[in-house]
Nanobody, 124 residues
Framework: VLLVVSSGGLVQAGGSLMPLCSAS????????TGWFCQSPGEEREFVAA????????HYADSVKGRFTISRDNPKNTAYLQMKSLKPEDTAVYYC??????????????????WGQGTQVTVSS
């Protein structure tokens, strides 16, 4: 299983980014997908998660109304639309998948497969 995260970057406060999580060697449509972030010296934190169908979505309180998690199963890709970015959103963002059929969750320990992460930097 390989998850590749891309399309982070540098943006000014109030701007937008949309990291992608592309899967190979697996059929992503049978996996829930989660996004997490981690700043230097901090623990990995939950951002958002979606069921394999996209019918169930969860968000951290800090990103509700600003971030949207979505997926395109035929393209084996998941997305994290990030709007109204704040300097405190600066972190490395990771996508992850649990075992097939497992529900989306907020605990990193629930996830088996991890992408390599992409840096998101928001300047003030």
């Amino acid at each position: 299983v390989l998850l590749v995260v891309s399309s982070g970057g540098l943006v000014q406060a109030g701007g937008s980014l949309m990291p992608l999580c592309s899967a190979s060697c697996l059929t992503i449509r049978i996996y829930a997908t989660g996004w997490f972030c981690q700043s230097p010296g901090e623990e990995r934190e939950f951002v958002a998660a979606t069921s394999w169908s996209g019918g169930t979505k969860h968000y951290a309180d800090s990103v509700k109304g600003r971030f949207t998690i979505s997926r395109d199963n035929p393209k084996n890709t998941a997305y994290l639309q990030m709007k109204s970015l704040k300097p405190e959103d600066t972190a490395v963002y990771y996508c992850a998948a649990p075992t097939p059929g497992a529900p989306p969750g907020a605990n990193p320990a629930q996830y088996t497969y991890w992408g390599q992460g992409t840096q998101v930097t928001v300047s003030s």
